[in-house]
């Protein structure tokens, strides 16, 4: 074999850390942001939030231009004056536009203290003040206890009396009627149904604790104690022959038993709500739907001035740290600035294809897939992905995910095609507004969109049906 040397040419697509980091940003939520800025924050001296240049008093508003190292993630409308090359100097002039941060001044050292909200008190801490004004032995309240740390977080009690029991030490001596006895204490503390150990026995206790003379309660009773199985197969002929009763009472006990809470100590979960930021507000303005930005969303960024003063003095080999530190400050920026400027343009871009879903709803979607918005925008189907995941939109009719508003189509009789998410809320109207004692089949709702042009398999209504947790047929039927 003879050993040569060849010269070829060849085109690799290299990915520069810039490139990276912006598409890194692209895919991030707004709270993944936030959270990576304050972590480059605190790694890059050169890079800071602007916090407080809205309020007229702050001292960034009243230094002059030629002196501050300003650069807004995002433009503003406002005009600009030039500013000088990177190149050449570290300092950058001002982008005069209001600050899009609402933490305020710091002047006040109240501000750097968050306001106390009130917790609501756990179920635990709530039965166990209950518990101590009970008239009961030091022992019974003990019981009682153990069984309230027992219980989960819907108020239940999951383990039996047995297994609890075989949990303590025998020197205790603690047998099955002192944990029972411990239990109907228990069973009498509000909220009405705590304690229980299934959902007949937690419906049952609400029950007996109406009042007697309750229209229908002892029907009610024996229904949820011995037939709740047959009423939520909505089996209502067998019901009012078990029963013996009419129509008129057998309705008014299943309204009396919908009327009860199945979950008693959800009401004191600390479950935390969880809020949604939008970035992108769309408004109608003298007839047109526009999106523009949420300030609240935007970081608002700049250079430190004074490390770039420093910077700016000292070029020699002892600002290297520096001098790269300065780089990935202005790339941030400009990341950051791109990524809402892309998020901006995809948005408006649906929102020109949804017009008729921002006038009239859910029933004026149209279909629509990432390619269609990629091809307008000359973007990659990839990038209009990232744009749309964990990035939410206010309009009139709400906040929706910009996934939301797009999906599969269905053909329709004249050629055309209907989004999904219209097929759907057409299901739910047929639904809303169907006969409940002679509900419609999927087959039934099959046919009307039929007569209305729109050609659905019996199996797809069933499948969006499901999707949008609509009962079947033979669970919608009321008296």
């Given at each position: 074999m003879k050993h040569s040397l060849q010269l070829k040419l060849s085109q690799?697509?290299?990915?520069?850390?810039?490139?990276?980091?912006?598409?890194?940003?692209?895919?991030?939520?707004?709270?993944?942001?936030?959270?990576?800025?304050e972590h480059l924050l605190q790694d890059n001296p050169l890079l800071e939030r602007i916090d407080g240049a809205s309020d007229p008093s702050s001292p960034q508003r009243e230094t002059p231009q030629s002196e501050n190292a300003e650069i807004p993630a995002v433009p503003d409308d406002a005009p600009q004056e030039p500013a000088s090359s990177p190149e050449e100097s570290a300092s950058f002039d001002v982008e005069d536009g209001p600050s899009y941060n609402s933490a305020g001044s710091n002047d006040n050292e109240d501000d750097d203290y968050a306001p106390l909200v009130e917790q609501p008190p756990s179920l635990s801490a709530h039965l166990t003040a209950q518990l101590s004004?009970?008239?009961?032995?030091?022992?019974?309240?003990?019981l009682v206890s153990l069984l309230i740390d027992s219980l989960n977080d819907d108020g239940y009690l999951p383990q039996t009396l047995e297994e609890i029991g075989e949990m303590l030490p025998p020197e205790l001596d603690v047998d099955q009627d002192d944990l029972a006895i411990a239990l109907q204490h228990l069973q009498h503390l509000e909220p009405v149904?705590?304690?229980?150990?299934?959902?007949?026995?937690c419906l049952s206790l609400q029950l007996a604790a109406m009042p007697e003379d309750t229209p229908q309660r002892d029907a009610a009773l024996e229904i949820v104690r011995h037939h709740l199985d047959v009423l939520a197969a909505r089996d209502f002929t067998r019901l009012k022959r078990t029963l013996k009763c009419d129509d008129d009472c057998l309705r008014i006990a299943q309204k009396l038993i919908t009327s009860l809470n199945p979950k008693p100590g959800r009401d004191f979960s600390s479950e935390e709500t969880r809020f949604v930021i939008a970035d992108v507000i769309v408004r109608k303005t003298k007839g047109l739907w526009l999106a523009t930005l949420n300030p609240d969303a935007m970081p608002r960024l700049r250079v430190n001035r004074m490390y770039a003063d420093i910077l700016q003095r000292n070029r020699g080999g002892s600002a290297q740290q520096l001098n790269s530190q300065l780089q990935e400050a202005k790339w941030l920026i400009k990341n950051v600035q791109q990524r809402?400027?892309?998020?901006?343009?995809v948005s408006q871009a649906i929102v020109d294809r949804q017009r008729n879903f921002l006038e009239h709803g859910e029933v004026g979607m149209r279909p629509l897939v990432l390619r269609e918005i990629a091809e307008t925008l000359t973007l990659h189907e990839s990038t209009v992905s990232r744009v749309t995941t964990q990035k939410f939109m206010h309009t009139p009719r709400g906040i929706f995910e910009l996934k939301y508003f797009f999906g599969s189509h269905v053909a329709t009789e004249a050629g055309g095609a209907?989004?999904?998410?219209?097929?759907?809320?057409?299901?739910?109207q047929l639904v809303g507004a169907e006969n409940?004692?002679?509900?419609?089949?999927?087959?039934?709702i099959s046919e009307l969109l039929g007569?209305?042009?729109?050609?659905?398999?019996?199996?797809t209504i069933a499948k969006y049906r499901e999707s949008m947790?609509?009962?079947?047929?033979n669970l919608r039927k009321t008296l």
């Open positions: 690799n697509l290299t990915l520069t850390p810039q490139l990276q980091q912006s598409i890194r940003l692209l895919q991030l939520s707004t709270l993944e942001l936030n959270q990576e800025i004004l009970l008239h009961l032995s030091e022992r019974d309240k003990r149904g705590v304690g229980a150990r299934n959902l007949a026995e809402f400027e892309t998020i901006l343009r209907a989004s999904s998410t219209a097929i759907r809320a057409l299901i739910k409940t004692r002679a509900p419609l089949s999927d087959g039934q007569q209305q042009g729109i050609v659905v398999a019996r199996r947790q609509i009962l079947p047929v």
